[in-house]
Structures are given as structure tokens and as C-alpha cells.
């Protein structure tokens, strides 16, 4: 997937950006209960998408990288979860 084909992708979801040919994103909660629910729910989805991303936590930020190490690039596989991630922070809004 080229940089031009997410261009749509970026016009609607503009908090999301390519950082080290990786989809990149930080999420900041109230706490970290918050932080930590947020990244169990993530979990279960990626599990069942079989896809998985690179993350780290920090207390109330968590930061997602993805891409499909396969082909080491970013993938429809990594949209599709990023959109599903989206929508599970928007339970958290």
C-alpha cells in the first residue's frame, strides 16, 4: 500500500500519522485504569483480527505503531485495526 492510498485513511483519521514506515498514534486517558482498559479491549480484538501491534504504556498514554512485519509495510490488515482501535477509543472520548 503506497503512501496516496491512505490518504483517506489520514483525511479521517487525522490524529493518526506514518512514523518509521509504521501507522503511529498516542492515546492519553484520565489515569491509568483507564489507560489499561482501553489496551485490554485492544487486545482481544487484535487477537481475533490475528494482527497485532506494537505498543508501549506509560502511565495514562499508550502508543501504537502498525504495520504487517510480513511484508514489512503497512497493510490493509493494519487499517482495518486502526479503524477498529478508533472505535473502541471512542468509547473513552
Known sequence: MNTLSLEPFFQQHPD???????????YHFKDFVQAFGFMTQVAMLSERA????????SYN?????????????????????????????????
Open 16 to 26: 493518526w500519522r506514518m512514523k518509521a514506515g509504521k501507522l503511529h498514534r498516542e
Open 50 to 57: 490475528n494482527h497485532h501491534p506494537d505498543w508501549t504504556n
Open 61 to 93: 498514554k499508550v502508543t501504537i505503531n502498525l504495520t504487517s512485519h510480513d511484508v514489512q509495510t503497512v497493510t490493509g490488515k493494519d487499517i482495518a485495526l486502526a479503524i477498529a482501535i478508533e472505535q473502541v477509543w471512542s468509547n473513552y472520548k
